[in-house]
């Protein structure tokens, strides 16, 4: 049942892997409990080759998700490629960019990088706004880039007016 609301096709929002840790005590001890009933029926040497090949895909399953935890902004572009209408994935990876951009000059990027991480978080903020307009979250980073990098668009949309509106209609 723990696994079931974690690893199965149920469509949670996002990722929280330790609810994992408890539930795979269970299969952690059901897996050693056949494996020893296996090694008294077949050899250990036809059961040693099961159990290479079981952990070599372990082995590179592990790889692959280490290569997505490596950093703030793999992991969120991992989410918010595998789970686009996720809000908080949207959130997560425009907030991850524009943390980048702010250290820009820590980072050492150039002014076409700079202006390449304000369109990329400015879109995942918009697409967080368009999946969930009933959040604040978006609204104030949109006004926020649009105030400091796009003056143009800043003007155009009126943002504190939706911020309004929405304080109008939802309860805080």
């Known amino acids: 049942v723990a696994h079931g609301m974690e690893s199965t096709v149920l469509p949670l929002e996002m990722v929280f892997e330790h609810r994992n840790y408890l539930p795979s005590v269970g299969f952690a001890l059901l897996a050693a409990v056949g494996l020893a009933r296996l090694i008294q029926r077949v050899g250990r040497v036809q059961l040693s080759a099961v159990v290479g090949v079981i952990l070599a895909v372990l082995v590179v399953l592990l790889v692959v998700r280490t290569f997505a935890w490596r950093e ?17 994935a949207n ?11 702010l250290q820009a000059d820590a980072l050492g990027l150039d002014a076409q990088e700079q202006q390449a991480l304000a369109v990329a978080s400015r879109r ?12 604040y979250a978006a609204l104030v980073k949109l006004y926020q880039i649009d105030t400091q990098y796009f003056p143009g668009l800043a003007i155009k949309n009126d943002w504190i007016g939706a911020m309004e509106e929405l304080a109008t209609t939802r309860r805080l």
């Open 72 to 88: 703030d902004l793999s992991l969120a572009r991992f989410e918010a490629v595998n789970h686009p209408q996720s809000a908080r």
């Open 124 to 135: 995942y903020f918009e697409r967080m706004h368009t999946i969930d307009a009933g959040e």
């Open 91 to 101: 959130f997560l990876y425009a907030n991850t960019l524009f943390t980048r951009l």
